[in-house]
């Protein structure tokens, strides 16, 4: 596949999720205070149970340097995606990636994980 046909694509994909599941951020916000914040810090280089989520959208698995990740997300080569992010929080942890850490039940309301996901984007 050449270059342009592969960007071409992957524009397709983003401009095909994003109007199926755009999201409220300032709601999302909420629902990382609900949800996430008990683990995750918002802030840059600011670890707790779980990795600074500090720019996750776009980041690649497992690469906050001074995190000590589970060897089955550290085995992953994902790429946090808007896409990656619904499909890995909207089920148990332990179902999106066995052997890890994470303890998370996921998010099965898809308005607030649609809100979640774009309240992560802000996050740069």
Request: net charge positive.
């Amino acid at each position: 596949m050449s270059h342009g046909l592969r960007l071409a694509a992957m524009v397709t994909l983003v401009a095909a999720w994003a109007p199926a599941h755009a999201g409220d951020a300032k709601a999302g916000a909420d629902v990382f205070k609900s949800e996430c914040a008990e683990c995750h810090a918002v802030k840059e280089g600011r670890n707790k149970k779980g990795p600074s989520l500090f720019g996750i959208v776009g980041r690649p698995s497992a690469s906050v340097t001074d995190y000590a990740y589970s060897d089955a997300l550290k085995s992953r080569q994902w790429t946090w995606t808007p896409e990656q992010l619904h499909t890995y929080l909207s089920q148990p942890a332990k179902t999106a990636n066995p052997g890890t850490k994470m303890k998370y039940d996921g998010l099965t309301d898809a308005k607030q994980l649609d809100d979640l996901i774009s309240y992560l984007q802000t996050l740069h």
